[in-house]
């Protein structure tokens, strides 16, 4: 973590589910570099610089960095969406009153046709995510899909290749779908969303600390079965505790700290 430009792949000593917050800085320098060399131009030349280097990325290993540019493509495309209507010659600034719309405002009556795509891309996404970590050349369904794993990405890695594809792909079928945005707009997968980091950063020390403790215990004493449940239930309860209260101790009281340490950098003239 304390290597944010290094380029290979690393694993923390004690959480190693923190390995993505050193590409997620990355990702996001990568994401100023590319707005701020290319705010002057047209936007569909935005649009197709974008797609190069999601494109050209992915292929050579990047795959972080092809999943940010390409879900920052993705964004503009969504908002573009939203504004254009029948008029497709608003410019840049046209569209900035319209960032925080509703998702109602994306749902239009869409053509049979174009509801099968949709969900034909959504099921083809779920399925590239669900390429295997490991085995992938012995597995069935994606023996074939090994195969065409570039050579910059080493065996157990080609999972980055295909999730990557099916995160961008995903994307545009869940936010233009009015069934799947009622369910993820729902008050518990948006409490889960609004401590997602929080539940991201105490679920590793505590399933190393304490996960790992009891779980042989409850095995010894109620069997496999019925102590899997028992665990199960406990360490969710006790993670769900953790990452509530980091959340309102910690993830909230930085984000002031973020936006009282901004008014005071950033000049605002009359």
């Not at 080609?158 to 079928?173: Q, T």
């Not at 233009?176 to 707009?185: A, D, G, K, M, Q």
């Not at 539940?199 to 010894?220: A, S």
């Not at 006790?238 to 309102?248: F, G, K």
Request: hydrophobic fraction near 45%; include cysteine; charged fraction near 15%.
């Amino acid at each position: 973590m304390g290597q944010p430009v290094q380029l290979r792949s690393l694993s923390p000593l004690y959480d190693p589910h923190t390995f993505t917050i050193p590409m997620e800085l990355r990702g996001s320098m990568f994401i100023y570099i590319f707005l701020l060399g290319t705010a002057n131009i047209q936007a569909k030349w935005r649009l197709f610089f974008a797609a190069i280097l999601s494109i050209y990325s992915i292929i050579l290993g990047r795959w972080d960095m092809g999943a940010f540019i390409g879900g920052t493509m993705l964004s503009e495309i969504d908002i573009r969406l939203m504004s254009y209507g029948d008029n497709p010659q608003l410019d840049d600034e046209d569209l900035l009153p319209l960032v925080g719309n509703s998702s109602a405002e994306r749902f239009q009556k869409p053509s049979r046709r174009t509801h099968i795509i949709r969900w034909s891309f959504f099921f083809l996404a779920l399925y590239l995510l669900s390429y295997p970590d490991a085995g992938a050349e012995w597995t069935p369904g994606y023996i074939f899909l090994s195969s065409w794993v570039p050579r910059y990405y080493i065996p157990l890695s080609g999972w980055m290749f295909y999730h990557s594809m099916g995160a961008l792909m995903l994307l545009p079928c869940v936010i233009r779908s009015p069934v799947l945005c009622r369910i993820l707009e729902s008050r518990v997968p948006q409490y889960l969303g609004k401590v997602s980091f929080s539940l991201y950063l105490v679920h590793g020390p505590i399933l190393h600390c304490l996960g790992f403790w009891i779980m042989p215990r409850l095995f010894e004493t109620f069997g496999r079965a019925i102590g899997y449940v028992i665990g199960w239930c406990f360490m969710l309860t006790v993670t769900l505790y953790a990452a509530n209260w980091w959340h309102r101790k910690v993830d909230v009281w930085s984000t002031l700290l973020g936006k009282k340490i901004e008014r005071l950098l950033v000049s605002r003239e009359k």
